[in-house]
């Protein structure tokens, strides 16, 4: 008679850097470097696990076949095929890590980091209305989630052309964010994106930010 395989639970998974071309999403960028672009998404979590993320995902299954309840695990599981999606540019992947996402999320609903991808994940799939929805989310359970505020920034700009409500959201963001300098850049080109509109000042917030409108009057 086999032995019965007893899984390993394997190690936190850490998806790699996205890859910035997508077939349904272009995001306008504007070139800083020979290694940093302007408007690129930016996954909230970086670095890359042992193994690579198939060998990760076939672990992961594996182990959530006799421990379905472990959260921890299951967002490990859907990172990795987040990872393999962006590599792949592979939508029917993506919808893979929606299934495990969402499982997270029943359990974890302030989860910012999977709520940071999923946004990120409606946003390449097209979905566009639904990726400020989630990434709004994720920012009301952490508003000093700065990578997801970015990328916020990246959906209403890029995604919907608002580009005044994108400056609000940029603006928000502090100097000692780590991609402050590519934060600031993509505030020049949306501003510049404007075109004849002005941004004109509407007083500061709740937070004491200030606030802006578009006036199409303005020469």
Known sequence: MPKKYNAKKPERY??????PSRKLVVVLAILISLS???GIVIPAIAGLASGGSGSAIAQYRDYLKDNPDDVATRENLGHALFDEANQAKDDAKYEEAVVEYNKVLEKQPDNKVVL??????KFYTGKTDEAITVAERALKADPEFHITRMNLGIFLGDGKQNYAKAVEELEKIPASFQNYQNVQDMITRYKSSLGGLQLQPQGPDSTGKSTYTENKDSK
């Open 14 to 19: 850490q998806a790699i850097g996205f890859r």
């Open 36 to 38: 940093l672009v302007a």
């Open 116 to 121: 940071g991808n999923l946004a990120i994940i």
